[in-house]
């Protein structure tokens, strides 16, 4: 069987968004010791647009979190994977996160930051799944809402595939199944990365 993903966000329309964030950013943390953290691996590819899209002069460094495995089911378990390479005693966070689904993961990264003494702890999400949560998430910037639908692309895997969509989309549920079964059997007959056509 073969993968299919559907359009849910173009090219254009993320970019309209980061913009906009940007610009929020840019407006609230003026004058301000601004170092964002993206996540990874998800969220590398927002974070290198969000902070080209920021006017001001600041840092960034990431952290490196396993929350799925192979699968697209949340397993409650937040692994970190890389540190942060730099201590951020005094430092305004920005944790940039590509999706908010649970919850778990954001929760215990700002548990795990607060512990580091930084001046402010921030969260800007692309995207939330409020459909999904199992706690209560502080998200201070946000892309998009999203309903209940596993999503690939602009950064998002499913199995490590899909991240280099420049678009968002739905992966298709009838083709999960198969694509679990065949991950290291064989090569996706379409591979997903036909334009977006919204
Ligand atoms: P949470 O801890 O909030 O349940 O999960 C956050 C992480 O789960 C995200 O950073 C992302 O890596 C992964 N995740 C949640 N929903 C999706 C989804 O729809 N698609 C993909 N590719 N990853 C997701």
Do not use: W
Request: charged share 25%; glycine share 8%; with cysteine.
């Amino acid at each position: 069987m073969a993968y299919r993903v559907q359009p849910l966000l173009s090219a254009d329309r993320i970019a309209e968004r980061v913009g906009e964030l940007g610009v929020e950013i840019t407006r609230d943390y003026s004058g301000r010791n601004l170092v964002l953290v993206g996540v990874l691996k998800g969220s590398f590819v927002f974070a290198a647009d969000l902070m080209r899209a920021i006017d001001l002069p600041m840092q960034v460094d990431f952290l490196g979190v396993r929350s799925y495995g192979e699968g697209t089911v949340a397993s409650g378990v937040v692994q970190i994977t890389q540190d942060l390479s730099h201590p951020i005693e005094q430092a305004d966070i920005l944790l940039v996160e590509d999706i908010i689904d649970t919850g778990l993961t954001v929760a215990h990264l700002m548990k795990l930051l607060a512990t580091r003494s930084p001046a402010s702890v921030a969260v800007c999400a692309l995207l939330h799944k409020p459909a999904r949560a199992r706690v209560a998430s502080q998200i201070d910037y946000l892309g998009f809402t999203v309903e209940d639908r596993f999503l690939v692309g602009y950064g998002l895997d499913f199995a490590e595939r899909y991240r280099n969509l420049p678009y968002i989309g739905v992966l298709d549920e009838a083709s999960q199944g198969a694509e679990e079964e065949n991950l290291t059997a064989r090569t996706p007959k379409t591979s997903g990365l036909e334009p977006p056509k919204s």
